[in-house]
Nanobody, 126 residues
Framework: QVQLVESGGGLVQAGDSLRLSCASSGRAISNYNMGWFRQEPGKAREFVAAINWSGISTYYSDSVKGRFTISRDNGKNTVYLQMNSLKPEDTAVYYC???????????????????WGQGTQVTVSS
């Protein structure tokens, strides 16, 4: 059983940066694509970014492309989300997720992810 734990969230001002981490325990994640999603209260969960199992391929939502960077360190079983030029509309709880199948295609669909972390709050003030 994989357990994912996010960290690095906080309260920042618009234009600031944050780096989120997602550490996995219980099983290695090196064969699995990983994703970041976010959710505001009362709104649907939104795809943010995904990275393939090797770290070579990435995929971003249009709303964060050019500002956020997803990366991973398989030796540390950790995935990162570097968030630059933060905007108030980036405020949300951010979740990392482990793909349902090993060596699959990158996906922005939540159903294709089987394990989720508990989330970390990111708040960006204007």
């Amino acid at each position: 059983q994989v357990q994912l734990v996010e960290s690095g969230g906080g309260l920042v001002q618009a234009g600031d940066s944050l780096r989120l981490s997602c550490a996995s325990s219980g099983r290695a994640i090196s064969n699995y694509n990983m994703g970041w999603f976010r959710q505001e209260p009362g709104k649907a969960r939104e795809f943010v970014a995904a990275i393939n199992w090797s770290g070579i391929s990435t995929y971003y939502s249009d709303s964060v492309k050019g500002r956020f960077t997803i990366s991973r360190d398989n030796g540390k079983n950790t995935v990162y989300l570097q968030m630059n030029s933060l905007k108030p509309e980036d405020t949300a709880v951010y979740y990392c997720a482990l793909a349902r199948a090993a060596f699959g295609s990158l996906s922005a669909v939540g159903y294709n992810y089987a394990q989720w972390g508990q989330g970390t709050q990111v708040t960006v003030s204007s």
